[in-house]
């Protein structure tokens, strides 16, 4: 990649075959090296640009290149609606008072919750219900063309929500669901959801004759759209609900409160973990048989997971010798990033294996299962394993060392920090080349030719288990800046 100073050096280099301005040059008319400066500049962003381009293959380090990515794999960015269980209370001491299936309720915040089990709650008595948080939007779409793979843009919603599902009907009744027409065939009443590289999503049909079954001009398709908040929707235990509308005069007599979350909510795949997910090989099929990525497999279907780790018995034995209990079987290791799983601490030597699973663990095993059921699948419990990294760092007196100590924490804790996604990975173990690489891009004090640094990373853990949560904290880090006096010897020629 060319610099601004390697364009500059250039011209200078050339200028000398234009006598008219040379002299003016030479003489730093402004007249001069402002357009050159411009221009070099210029050439130096786009320079830039294609080094990148010629990389991004391989880095994706653009967040469009990500996008785009996610798009060809169908990763869509969807929320998961919270669920929670009510206490419904009812003060009346002569009528009972039922609560239908599908009624609205809206919480404190302002967020509606559909009821999902319909309860008769005796007078002068309480029950349970649970509901799920969502706003349901309908829309009818009048087809403008009859052509192959018809598709129709889902509208975003208007108050900041996410999409979270989405129901598709025709005048013949309602469509199913299919990803990338996988085994559909022709005149299958199905439908494709599919997303752009601008997060764009679309409902897409088939091709007559061929797939599934393609819309007839003029025909009306009804979407219901199922809009949720996402992790903003997680009330507080204890807090108050009420009925969107009423209906009848007995509910003045009904309370209704929230007794536990069921379900957190939480918002669509964030662009650093489909970064992370960007760097599996591409996929055709999500049937982990056939991809053999049972990493991929979970963490596109739990993108909130703060650490996860699967392994299969070969890393297992190599790890802690053979026994006949790992023919098998599938190791998994995880925490959520909602909390429920248990961690046990640095430096123990206890292991849990299938401790209570949490619900989280419940759901990855189904989904593990589902994809191959042959597998045995263990849960074992997460261990913290901080990583002791040394950082001593020699800058110019210009520069103050307590604010270069301070941007390098922060550099280093956010790239191997517990939240970043270096750590949402087991046997995580930072590189040398990665950690100076990164201090001299980020630090510019670092970047000068005076400047030094050396680091030390100490590898406590051999081998590395592969249970081990491994991150860098604030306790773990330690980092010394020294300054030095730069002497520039001025040399007169004579």
């Known amino acids: 990649m060319y610099t601004a100073d390697d364009f500059k050096s250039a011209i200078a280099d050339r200028v000398n075959r234009y006598p008219a301005i040379a002299p003016l040059y030479k003489a730093g008319d402004p007249r001069v090296h402002q357009p050159l400066d411009a221009i070099a500049t210029m050439l130096a962003m786009l320079s830039s640009q294609i080094d990148v381009a010629v990389a991004e293959p391989f880095s994706k380090s653009r967040d469009s290149t990500v996008l785009a990515d996610s798009a060809m794999r169908g990763i869509i960015p969807k929320a998961t609606p919270a669920r929670v269980r009510l206490l419904v209370e009812n003060r009346s001491q002569t009528s009972s008072f039922q609560v239908e299936s599908g009624r609205t309720v809206i919480d404190t915040a302002g967020f509606t919750y559909q009821i999902e089990t319909a309860i008769d709650v005796p007078a002068g008595s309480r029950d349970y219900v649970e509901a799920m948080q969502m706003k349901i939007v309908t829309v009818v779409h009048a087809v403008t063309a009859d052509e192959p793979f018809y598709s129709i843009e889902i509208p975003k919603a208007d108050d900041g929500s996410y999409l979270s599902g989405i129901g598709v009907k025709d005048k013949d009744g309602d469509l199913i669901y299919s990803e990338r027409y ?21 409902v897409r049909f088939g091709y007559r004759g061929i797939v599934g079954v393609q819309p007839l001009i003029r025909d009306r398709i009804t979407l219901t759209i199922y809009y949720s908040a996402g992790e903003n929707s997680t009330p507080v235990a204890g807090s108050p609900f009420s009925f969107e509308n009423i209906l009848s005069p007995l509910e003045s007599n009904i309370s209704i409160s929230l007794t536990d979350t ?30 053999g990525e049972f990493d991929f497999l979970v963490r596109r279907n739990f993108p909130t997971l703060q650490f996860l780790s699967i392994w299969n018995e070969t890393d297992e034995e190599s790890a802690r010798g053979s026994s006949l209990d790992n023919i098998n079987t599938l190791f998994v290791a995880c925490l959520s990033q909602y909390g429920g799983e248990r961690v046990l601490p640095e430096g123990t030597s206890e292991r849990i294996i299938d401790a209570d699973l949490t619900p989280t663990q419940v759901n990855i095993k189904q989904e593990i299962l589902n994809a191959d059921d042959s597998y045995r699948v263990k849960f074992v419990t997460p261990v913290r394993s901080p990583i002791s990294m040394t950082i001593s760092a020699t800058v110019a007196t210009s520069y103050v060392s307590t604010i270069i100590v301070s941007q390098i924490k922060e550099v280093l804790l956010s790239e191997f920090g517990q939240n970043s996604a270096f750590s949402r990975r087991g046997q995580a173990n930072p590189l040398y080349q990665r950690v100076y690489s990164l201090l001299k891009e980020k630090v510019l004090a670092l970047s000068g030719v005076n400047a030094d640094l050396v680091v030390s990373i100490e590898n406590t853990q051999q081998p590395f288990f592969p249970e081990l949560w491994r991150y860098v904290d604030s306790s773990s880090l330690s980092v010394t800046v020294n300054t030095v006096n730069i002497t520039v010897t001025a040399w007169r020629s004579f």
């Not at 085994?183 to 764009?200: S, Y």
């Not at 069921?262 to 056939?290: E, K, M, Q, W």
């Open 262 to 291: 069921i379900t957190a909510g939480a918002n669509p795949i964030s662009l650093s973990v489909l970064r992370d997910l960007s760097r599996y090989p591409s996929v055709y099929n999500h049937d982990a048989v056939f991809l």
């Open 182 to 202: 996988v085994n559909v065939l022709p005149d299958d009443r199905i439908f494709h959801v599919e997303v752009d590289e601008h997060q764009r999503i679309y």
